[in-house]
């Protein structure tokens, strides 16, 4: 793929006014997110208050962002979508095409590159279910996942903690990025020169030397001590669960009558006035609490290309694929550095900073088969 010569589909289909020699779009036009004025090291300068955090619980902007979070309350399925929402789907794939039925597109953008491959877990590869200890993914998922593993470098970043999420994967030839990126376990970084003051040499279950990556090690102590609070102050809420993800906590309210979402909200919002320095940012019928510090997916997925001598976009095309807004600033990064392809993967339309779509795990399924398929 050359993203620097003119071609068609991403290009034509985004509605931004763009140079067209450009795969992305121009940063001032991308949508803002908060948070945006960083310091030059890690720790985000806003003053916490301006962020809204705190004020928001009073007024209806918490509740608004948890309804929205799973638009009408349900999980929307091929089976329950309606012929209106297959015309708006149709309508978006014109905007995000299908990565499968682009395929070929793909393919040819890939020519003469080097694939780097990167996949959020929950909602991409295992399909969103009620209960978060049981979110498996599928034998087949896994094999597919092996398979392509082999092919191409491939690294998880979840919003998980790396742990679990390499326990529900079990694969031993990808790279996890748990706590949204970070907290990252990737290969020895021999290309760069930079030290970076979290990173230390470490050994994986295989022996095998590794970097790790953690970012946000000083808030461990100050997670543990939410996250005890969390679960104290919601154990009266019928259906709440408290998730430690190492560098952030999930607090999950999608088995949650409505009528107590307000008092999810309060609860969370009672333990975090207390910690200037974390804030609060809104999942899949999840409220998260993690650090402010200037990290992301998107950090992440510049700082695994590196490690992997990969952050030459002559020669590499890297390729993140995700269902959550968290995954929206790896997306932004792609496009911004103006090499490699997001793939959003949602049943719904939604706006988002991805070239193309996938419906449901089942066709990142599929999308990770053909990759394998055109590699041989
Ligand atoms: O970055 P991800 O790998 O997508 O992780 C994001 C969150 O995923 C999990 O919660 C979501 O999936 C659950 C299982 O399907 C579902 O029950 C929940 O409602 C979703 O929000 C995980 O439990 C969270 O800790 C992650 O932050």
């Not at 619980?57 to 209106?84: C, F, G, Q, Y």
């Not at 997916?297 to 700082?303: D, E, L, N, P, S």
């Amino acid at each position: 793929m050359d993203l620097k010569s003119n071609h068609t589909a991403p290009v034509l289909t985004d509605p931004a006014p763009i140079s067209k020699s450009r795969l992305g779009v121009h940063s001032s036009l991308l949508p803002y997110s908060p948070g945006t004025a960083f310091s030059s090291n890690l720790f985000l300068t806003i003053p916490w208050k301006k962020t809204g955090v705190l004020d928001d619980v009073r007024s209806s902007s918490w509740l608004d962002a948890m309804k929205s979070s799973s638009p009408t309350h349900k999980r929307i399925t091929k089976e329950n979508a309606s012929a209106d929402n297959d015309v708006a789907y149709a309508t978006w794939t014109l905007k995000y095409p299908s990565a499968i039925a682009s395929f070929e597109q793909i393919a040819n953008f890939a020519k003469g590159k080097r694939i780097a491959l990167f996949l959020d877990y929950d909602g991409t590869l295992s399909p969103i279910v009620d209960n978060p200890d049981r979110a498996f993914m599928s034998d087949a998922m896994r094999s597919a996942v092996e398979k392509v593993a082999k092919c191409f470098p491939t690294a998880i970043i979840s919003g998980r903690s790396r742990d679990k999420v390499h326990e529900f994967v079990g694969l031993k030839e990808l790279y996890y990025a748990g706590s949204h990126g970070m907290d990252i376990m990737g290969p020895v970084r021999q290309y760069i020169s930079d030290d970076q003051p979290n990173s230390v040499r470490s050994t994986d279950e295989q022996g095998k030397e590794v970097n790790l990556f953690q970012p946000a090690s000083e808030f461990l102590p100050m997670i543990d001590e939410v996250y005890s609070s969390l679960v104290e102050n919601t154990k009266y809420i019928k259906g709440v669960k408290v998730e430690n993800n190492k560098f952030c906590v999930s607090v999950h309210y999608r088995n949650v009558d409505d009528k107590s979402w307000k008092s999810v909200a309060q609860c969370v919002y009672d333990v975090i006035k207390n910690y200037p320095r974390l804030r609060l940012t809104h999942g899949r019928m999840v409220l998260e609490v993690r650090p402010v510090i200037n990290w992301n997916k998107g950090k992440a997925v510049t700082f695994l290309l590196e490690s992997l001598g990969l952050s030459n976009c002559d020669d590499v095309l890297p390729i993140y694929v995700g269902d959550d807004r968290t995954d929206e600033d790896a997306f932004k990064v792609l496009r911004e550095r103006n090499c490699g392809l997001g793939i959003l993967v949602s049943p719904v339309p939604k706006e988002t900073n991805a070239f193309y779509s996938l419906r449901d795990p089942s066709e990142v399924m599929e999308f990770l088969e053909y990759l394998v398929m055109w590699k041989k």
